[in-house]
């Protein structure tokens, strides 16, 4: 039985319905933490994740398994035993209560280490040598920035740098759905500037439409709003949008009729709200007057169905994890780096190292000292350098060309 299907054959979870706080409560039990206010579903931005209430619970376990596992064997030679035996006593405690490193058991047994080392290089060579099948692809607003569409935690260019014109009471409100109902002004004002229509797939989106073109992609979860990876030519049925897309729009009530307007969920075409928004106006629902709102997830709502039905299995049946272009900083999207066996390779790809929390259960461990397994790896760069890298070392580079031309 795998990690994930035991983990959720304890929770006992049999419906989708609970899925979602199931998770959050028991398989990342980080997100308890964060969780201090708010109970419900939601997408849970979560700056302070990273310290782990489990770190010093887990260490242990480990330690204690591993000091069972290193005890040293009484030598065999009678005479040595009689000659040595105060000596040997001493010894034999010391050795007792000698823990060896995580990085010093890999050395020992090469079966640990299922990458060589933490490069791009050793990562691809796993590839290469393995019959993977069902690739998952986790992204981020880092594949979009050389888009031209900026993302949110970059000091000075990231949205969260440059929110002063809003006068928002604090940077998250713009995407705080109880908020929006209140002053939509804001984030129609941002969402002109991310707007679909303006801008065009990056390599980094081309390379994830290679793996699928290749047969290889099991799906791809992706944080962003922006839309392009179906413009890239990715096949819906392989993409998660977890955080929702500028793709369709609905009514949500309230707007010019007041609270007591719960809306009619009447959907709309991005056409519809563009030609709106672009105009400085407020898009309000043709049929009961509720303000329209683009399906994008705010902080305070549910994740999209799709992401639910297809956790579960796809994490199963996952063979390499690829991750590209993200802070890891929101919940749950963050943890499920962890649903993946802890023998399934793991890459990121990013500008700076995320993800890491010394822990042996969670996060990434691109060092090999906390983990059982050696199996991530880490590539320091952009996406599209570390993307084109890959698919030249894939042996893939003309097939990219041809798709990013
Ligand atoms: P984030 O928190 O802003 O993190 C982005 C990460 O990408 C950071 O670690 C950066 O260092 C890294 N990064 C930025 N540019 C590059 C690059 N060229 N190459 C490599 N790494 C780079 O954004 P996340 O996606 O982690 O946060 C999730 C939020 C962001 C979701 O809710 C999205 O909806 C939201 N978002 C989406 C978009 C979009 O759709 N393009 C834009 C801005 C924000």
Redesign the pocket.
Known sequence: MTEIEHKLNELNINSEENLNNEIKKNVFPQINKNETENNKNV?N?SDSKKENSNDIKDNKNVNDKLKNETTITPNNNTNEKKEHKKGRERKHSKHHSKKISRLEKKKLYSHLNIIKDSSLESFVEYILQNNIKNVIVM?????????G??????PKS???DNLQQYNLPYPEAI?DIDYFRENPKPFLTLAKS?YPGRFRPTP?HYFIKLLADKGLLLRLY???????ERISGIPEDLLIE????FNTAHCIGQGKTGKGNKGCNKVYTKEFVRDIIFNDEIPYCLECGGLIKPD??FFGEDLPIKFFENLENDFKKCDLLIV???????QP??SIIDLVSPKVPRCL????E?GVLKNPHHGFDFTGEYQKFRRDAFFK??????CIKMAKLLGYEDDLKILVN
């Open positions: 997408l931005d992204t981020g607003a880092g594949i979009s920035t050389s888009a569409i900026p993302d949110f935690r970059t990231g949205l969260y995407f991310l980094s992706t944080q962003n709003i922006d839309t392009l977890a955080h929702g897309s994008i997830v590209i272009g993200t802070s890891l900083n929101v999207f963050c790809i990013n500008l700076m995320v760069g952009t996406c599209d350098d570390g």
